[in-house]
C-alpha cells in the first residue's frame, strides 16, 4: 500500500505524541476523527505502524543529550555481522541501531545525561563490542523535531 500526504503526516504526528487523541490527530492532518481512525487502522494493518511506546526520560526530556555513533567494523561478513547485533541488543543504554549502506556499518543512537555518562558507555560498552574497527561519535546540539511540537 503506497503511502500519500496524510498518511505520511499522520505517522509525523503520531511520532511527535502517540497519545494524542484521535479527535486532536484527525484536526492536525485535516480529516474527520472517522476518516482518522481508519487511516490509522489501515496503517497498522499493513504494517507501517507496528505499535506505541513510551519513552522514558527525564521530567523535562532537556537534560538527555542525543549522541548519533557510527561504528565501522573489521569485516562484514555474515557472521560479523551476527555477532555484532547479538551484542548490541545486550544494552538497553542503546536506543536505535541500524544497518546502514556507505561510510558506516552501523549508526546507534545513545541518549546520555553528560559527556560524563557517555564515556562510560563508550568505555564500558562500545569499545568492548566484538568485531569493531572504528567508532565516530557525534552529541546533538537540539531536536528540531521535538522543539517545534512544544510551540504547538
Known amino acids: 500500500m503506497p503511502l500519500d500526504g496524510i498518511d505520511r503526516n499522520i505517522i509525523r504526528q503520531l511520532r511527535l505524541n502517540a497519545r494524542a487523541s484521535n479527535t486532536r490527530l484527525a484536526?492536525?492532518?485535516?480529516?474527520?476523527p472517522s476518516a482518522c481512525l481508519r487511516r490509522i487502522a489501515r496503517l497498522e494493518e499493513a504494517g507501517y505502524i507496528r505499535g506505541y511506546t513510551a519513552l522514558v526520560g527525564t521530567?523535562?526530556?532537556?537534560?538527555?543529550?542525543?549522541?548519533?555513533?557510527?561504528?565501522?567494523?573489521?569485516?562484514?561478513?555474515?557472521?560479523?555481522?551476527?555477532?555484532?547485533?547479538?551484542?548490541?541488543?545486550?544494552?538497553p543504554e542503546i536506543q536505535e541501531c541500524f544497518l546502514m549502506t556507505g561510510g558506516s556499518d552501523y549508526i546507534l543512537k545513545v541518549e546520555v545525561?553528560?559527556?560524563?555518562?557517555?564515556?562510560?558507555?563508550?568505555?564500558?560498552?562500545?569499545?568492548?563490542?566484538?568485531?569493531?574497527?572504528?567508532?565516530?561519535?557525534?552529541f546533538s546540539i537540539r531536536d528540531v523535531l521535538k522543539q517545534s511540537s512544544r510551540k504547538l
Not at 557510527?70 to 569485516?75: C, G, K, Y
Open 59 to 91: 521530567s523535562d526530556g532537556d537534560d538527555t543529550l542525543a549522541v548519533i555513533v557510527n561504528i565501522t567494523l573489521e569485516r562484514q561478513t555474515e557472521e560479523h555481522l551476527n555477532r555484532f547485533e547479538a551484542a548490541i541488543r545486550k544494552y
Open 27 to 32: 484536526s492536525e492532518v485535516g480529516l474527520s
Open 113 to 138: 545525561e553528560s559527556a560524563r555518562d557517555f564515556e562510560r558507555i563508550h568505555k564500558d560498552i562500545l569499545s568492548t563490542l566484538p568485531g569493531v574497527a572504528r567508532i565516530h561519535s557525534s
